[in-house]
């Protein structure tokens, strides 16, 4: 067993150093982490985040980015064990309220895989927890998953 998680767009804002050096080693550090771990993230067909990652693909073009893109797709993307890709066509509508549409795809994605949304948008986080979807802020996802110390737990957040 292992840990699913559902991760929006600040990854790719991280990884593209949009948000500063730090965000993006954060981020660099997550990756290696998931790939380490028998965890995998789920990601939405046709969503937002599968946009940014191939637009961050094709814009990767200093060393440091290429260097990134290469962990991303080499040992998370292209790995089924670390990467799920989820059919969310058809899903039932959502109609949650003061939820951006663009998010819709987050919660499409967590009605198929019940994996916990890790999001750097507050009012996001907000909506989900009065519908009792797990979720979690970007920084606290990440600080509780490093000092996770005992890679040899494994469970499903569902």
Known sequence: MYKTFIINEWLWADL??????????ES???LE????RCDKIAVGKGSKFQQKEWEFSG?????IKRLIAKLYFGKIKLNSLKYEEVDIE???????????PDDFYLVKTYYKTKAPIIT???KLVNILQSENIPCKLRD???????KETDTTTSYNTA
């Not at 982490?33 to 380490?36: C, G, H, S």
């Not at 814009?59 to 060393?63: F, R």
């Open 16 to 25: 593209n150093d949009d948000n500063g050096s730090k965000k993006q080693k």
């Open 28 to 30: 660099i550090y997550f």
């Open 33 to 36: 982490t998931l790939w380490e």
């Open 59 to 63: 814009n990767a073009t200093d060393t």
């Open 90 to 100: 058809g899903c039932k509508e959502i109609d949650l309220e003061g939820m951006n």
């Open 120 to 122: 750097t948008d507050n």
């Open 140 to 146: 606290i996802f990440l600080e509780e998953y490093e």
